[in-house]
DNA sequence: GGGTGGCCGATTGTATACAAGCTAAAGTAC
DNA sequence: GTACTTTAGCTTGTATACAATCGGCCACCC
């Protein structure tokens, strides 16, 4: 694998599953040092990095692990509404019912017969919907936009850990955002859509460590 | 000014302003001969113009200018939509008055008083409502996901040009736009957003040279 | 005659050397 | 004592040299 690529996954890995705090300052002398990768390959990652937001540049050019405060959390939901209710509109539209239907006895069926952690079952469901959801729109604009929105997401999906009563109803509301898909039902398909973010947000805001004012 | 961001200010510009035609290979020798830098920060504007959609690498590696059909104008108008519907909607939450009133009474007079070619106008009007309507929105995330896609509108502009009675038109469902942010009704300015951009998709597919099938 | 293997050319990927800018700290002058 | 200036160190920015990989082409063999 490229240098460049092998330093970008292995940065990005750090970031998202907070190995890296936000803050952190990433010296390219250091931080090239430690990955075993020369400068120039480096500066790619944080270049990839730096435009998916993960790492902000500056001041004096350094680059920082981007924080993640309260309040970009909720700017974060604010953008995911937008692209997510848009994505399952379009799905509602152009969705190969096969692929939703199997989908559907999945959720059902609790993820059972994965390969994967019970505990890891929901999420690893939750994003093959996202996925299923992101092809069934069929925009590639819409699939960028959301592939970086994504990233952002892991992070805060590691800082909020939700407990079986909001799995089982994130589960309910999965399964009727893939109802409404299946039915083409768009205006709906995005109802739920925002409504399942919502709650998934004040989850989410309801488990951070301090919640300030 | 730093040669990575002079080369990717130049190569934007080209790209933009179709003086670089889609398809076009960015061979890095020969590109970075061409702006009078060196490979390295080429390499790092060629990655910001990639990650922002406007390059796309391969086959064989080579960074080639993307190219822009109808279906991606189209898609293209369905991630707008997304975008520019959400940011209405904060807008009208969060909107400072001043600012709205201000643009209210340029779009009325026409922009007149502007330091702008008569035929820019229009133009210089739409993207000042855009950049307050993103401020208004007060979301970075938002903002970020659309910076990328003005470059693409940018060069969708250049190949569609706007007779006068849509430029009249769309003056109207602009100044609809804004009296729906004043008065903070929310639901209205997605819906005057999303009425306007459905007419602008409309007008650009029109002007398309070749109106295939 | 067609297919396959190897060679040559060119292009990108990486590393490192060098230059320039910025930060911070320390010293001096007021 | 404070503020300003200068310098030293470190940082990033750039250029270039070198390595590796990819594609095309030609010759040779089947």
Redesign the interface.
């Known amino acids: 694998m490229r240098a460049s690529e092998t330093a970008y996954q292995l940065l990005r890995d750090e970031i998202i599953q907070w190995r890296l705090e936000p803050g952190t300052p990433l010296g390219e002398v250091e931080t090239s040092q430690r990955l075993g990768v020369s400068r120039?390959p480096l500066?790619?990652a944080l270049?990839?990095l730096t435009?998916?937001?993960l790492v902000r540049t500056g001041p004096g050019r350094t680059a920082v692990v981007t924080s993640m405060s309260r309040d970009?959390i909720v700017?974060?939901f604010?953008?995911r509404?937008?692209?997510e209710?848009?994505?399952a509109r379009?799905a509602a539209r152009r969705r190969d019912a096969t692929v939703f239907e199997a989908l559907r006895a999945d959720f059902v069926a609790g993820g059972r017969g994965k390969n994967v952690p019970v505990e890891d079952r929901p999420y690893e469901l939750a994003d093959a919907l996202d996925v299923a959801i992101d092809e069934a729109a069929?925009?590639?604009?819409?699939q960028?936009?959301l592939r970086?929105?994504r990233g952002?997401l892991a992070r805060v999906r590691r800082s909020a850990h939700s407990n079986a009563d909001r799995l089982g109803r994130a589960t309910s509301e999965h399964i009727l955002i893939v109802d409404a898909i299946l039915a083409q039902d768009e205006a709906l398909a995005a109802s739920a859509t925002a409504v399942h973010l919502h709650n998934s947000l004040a989850n989410v805001l309801a488990s951070l460590p301090q919640d300030e004012a």
Chains 1, 2 share one sequence.
Do not use: F, I, N, P
Not at 138 to 142: A, E, R
């Open positions: 120039t500066r790619e270049s990839r435009a998916e937001g970009d700017e974060l604010e953008l509404e937008a692209l209710t848009q994505a379009l069929g925009s590639v604009y819409l960028g936009a970086d929105l952002h």
